[in-house]
């Protein structure tokens, strides 16, 4: 194997960890930046705090993540979808978060009680040209713990959501100037937004650095552009003069212990495309839980076949999980949580409490397929066991969520 500052190095089992890339909306623009890693998250910092209002791309994690901590700028958010979150919920989740977007943050944080990890290396080491094109640490839980995501203003939080659209077209302040076209000021609370100028001229608008045209004909001036529209595996270093096999995704096909076509080559997390029989209630998710994952049983099965052992497919695949904390409530995903390929063939169940608690079930002939739990629910571990033993809860009916039935006793 030869590294790019020409290190030649021998090795008996190599496993390739390189996460993925984000989908940029637009290459090359020098206000779009992309959320990656803890490099561009440092970089966003910086930018936001001489901002006065951005414009957020995306409906994913990233975004979700953002649109939350961001204070004391302007925040327009453009998704595609009819309802925010559209990965992780359905528009009844939707729903229940949007009031936290206006709320007042918590003035004290639970403090992160998750290992953190850093790098080496000198600070007043320069950057070069190509530096972008280098990555650091991949972004995992709390990634945006210790940074200050706070622009020029005084106020918390002002986020304007744009539903149903997604970016036309970007002009610089100099492309824009000429069109003589006026962009729109920060809609009031249900208020239509109204041109941003000085007079009654599109060329008196308020000038921006760059400036958005959505597919719903709206423009909004901006100082930057954050695209959060998802990643794709970063397997273009590994493919010159090596034949992998590729996953419909684009990652590196790999079986049930973690080999790539090629031999004794790995591969686990985001680069990655699990080509074995799932189980009935496991999808792979480009999310920081699963890369986790799949990073020790990829270094188990490593081990294993060095010393010439069989091995068994971790538990973990058994039934996807994905904890994680969205608007400062805990979000727990369980099994096909969005009755994914499930069908028409399939019942929903919800529990709501208006700021307080979420909750979602999927039935499919009587059992348990997959849930949506947000907040102090306390029902994870109960549905995890009634996901993975498939009992049938026909004879439960709407009971099975009702709050006056204590569930985990029940099926203690």
């Not at 990634?143 to 002002?158: D, I, M, P, R, V």
């Not at 969005?338 to 208006?354: F, I, V």
Request: net charge negative; hydrophobic share 40%.
């Amino acid at each position: 194997m030869f590294t790019e500052d020409g290190k030649e190095y021998g090795y008996e089992k190599l496993c390739l960890c390189a996460g993925a890339k984000p989908k940029l909306i637009f290459e090359g623009n020098p206000y779009i930046l992309g959320i990656r890693d803890t490099d561009s998250a440092q970089e966003f910092q910086k930018h936001l705090a001489k901002a006065k209002r951005i414009v957020v791309v995306g409906n994913g994690g990233i975004a979700l993540e953002l649109v939350y901590e961001i204070e004391g700028c302007e925040v327009i958010w453009a998704i595609k979808d009819k309802a925010i979150g559209n990965t992780f919920f359905d528009a009844g989740a939707a729903e229940f978060l949007i009031p936290k977007l206006s709320a007042e943050k918590p003035e004290t944080a639970t403090a992160c009680k998750r290992t953190k990890y850093t790098t080496g290396g000198s600070e007043k080491e320069e950057r070069s040209d190509t530096a972008a094109d280098r990555f650091g640490s991949a972004l995992g839980p709390d990634w945006h713990e210790g940074l200050h995501l706070k622009g020029t203003k005084e106020f918390s939080h002002k986020v304007h959501i744009e539903t149903l659209c997604e970016i036309k077209r970007i002009y610089l302040q100099q492309e824009f100037i000429p069109l003589q076209q006026a962009s729109l000021s920060f809609p009031k609370e249900k208020q239509n937004a109204q041109p941003d100028r000085g007079q009654n001229f599109p060329f008196f608008s308020a000038l921006w650095p760059v400036y958005v045209e959505l597919t719903n004909g709206k423009i909004y001036g901006c100082d930057f552009i954050v695209s959060a529209t998802g990643v794709v595996p970063n397997v273009k270093p590994f493919l010159d003069g090596n034949d992998f096999a590729l996953g419909e995704d684009g990652g590196l096909k790999v079986d049930e212990h973690m080999h790539t076509s090629l031999p004794d080559i790995y591969a686990a997390g985001d680069i990655c495309s699990a080509s074995w029989e799932p189980s009935r209630v496991w999808q792979q998710m480009r999310l920081w839980t699963q890369a986790r994952q799949m990073g020790w049983y990829a270094a188990r099965c490593m081990a294993a076949d060095s010393f010439g052992e069989s091995i068994e497919m971790d538990f973990s695949f058994e039934l996807f999980a994905h904890v994680t904390k969205f608007f400062n409530y805990k979000v727990v995903l369980l099994g096909k949580y969005n009755a994914q390929g499930l069908g028409s063939d399939h019942e929903l169940m919800l529990r709501c409490t208006k700021g307080q608690e979420y909750v979602k079930v999927v039935i499919q002939n009587g059992r348990m397929m997959g849930a949506v739990l947000i907040g102090e629910t306390d029902l994870e571990e109960t549905f995890e066991n009634l996901i993975l033993n498939q009992m049938d809860l026909s004879a439960y009916g709407e009971d099975l969520l009702n709050p006056n039935v204590d569930i985990e006793d029940y099926f203690d």
